[in-house]
């Protein structure tokens, strides 16, 4: 069975993302890639790029990433309220300012998705959706609409970041089941648990991965085997109320300290 540790959203959140590699590294897996959102939000944005390049995570670029990195001036984030767009542009504000020129270039030069096959099973790791970096794939999206996008990217197993909570779809496609796999975040909860928060993708026979997750259904056959997909959530306790003290001392909102402890 192929284990693959999905990271994403660590948004500047160094603390986190060393609590969430200490988790996958005791459980065994070397197969890790990061689906965006380095930074923006949090105290230390710096350190978590240097941190993901020591490492060498195969990253991908999140909005807020080509934001930062193109120094464009803007994330291209959605605000729901006046307070989050105000919170917004600080964190932007700050983080511009955090990111020297070198960590920009690096940030700017990193691929927008990456792709790789299992058995004939296609899979798509993306930030916000297949056609569009800054694009929210939220849990209750129509079935029809991820399906087309789907077979518009000519994946199976869609794979993204952005939203900030993790979930697992199943749906029917035209030529077969489509599995749409969200990774929450490492560093900015947005489902109540403020815990750092990564997803475990597993793809390989179906009593293997029924044996670690309930639920998986069988998306291609190659040969004579069916590539089953399920996942597993993992949680990770780590030091909120330093991270947030933190972000005051940078200078952060005090609302961004708060959300990130209450998530």
């Known amino acids: 069975m192929r284990r693959i540790a999905l990271l994403s959203d660590v948004h500047g959140n160094l603390t986190a993302l060393d609590a969430v590699w200490q988790d996958v590294t005791s459980r065994v897996l070397r197969e890790v890639y990061c689906l ?5 939000y949090g105290p230390d944005p710096e350190g978590v790029v240097d941190r993901i390049r020591a490492l060498e995570i195969p990253t991908i670029q999140g909005n807020y990433d080509e934001g930062i990195g193109n120094r464009r001036g803007d994330c291209g984030c959605y605000y729901a309220t006046d307070q989050a767009r105000r919170d917004g542009e600080a964190s932007y504000a700050f983080t511009s300012r955090a ?5 920009a270039t690096w940030l700017a030069g990193l691929p927008p998705a990456m792709r790789f096959e299992e058995h004939g099973v296609r899979v798509l790791l993306a930030h916000g959706s297949p056609r569009r970096v800054n694009e929210y ?3 209750d999206r129509s079935e029809a609409l991820l399906v087309k996008l789907a077979v518009a990217a000519s ?3 869609v794979c993204v970041g952005h939203v900030h909570v993790p979930y697992h779809r199943v749906l029917t496609g035209p030529t077969g089941t489509v599995h749409y796999v969200s990774a929450g975040s490492v560093g900015k909860s ?5 815990r750092a928060c990564w997803v475990e993708l597993l793809l390989g026979d179906g009593g293997e991965v029924q044996s670690a997750v309930v639920g998986d259904t ?8 069916d590539i089953h997909v399920g996942i ?5 306790r780590y030091d909120v109320d330093a991270v947030a003290a933190a972000m005051r001392r940078a200078g952060l909102p005090a609302t961004l300290a708060a959300a990130l402890r209450s998530a």
């Open 232 to 236: 597993v959530v993992h949680r990770v």
């Open 36 to 40: 965006g959102d380095l930074v923006g």
């Open 155 to 157: 994946a199976d197993v």
């Open 137 to 139: 794939l939220l849990p």
């Open 190 to 194: 947005r489902d109540g648990d403020n």
């Open 218 to 225: 069988p998306i291609a056959t190659a040969g004579d085997t």
């Open 99 to 103: 990111i020297d020129d070198d960590h």
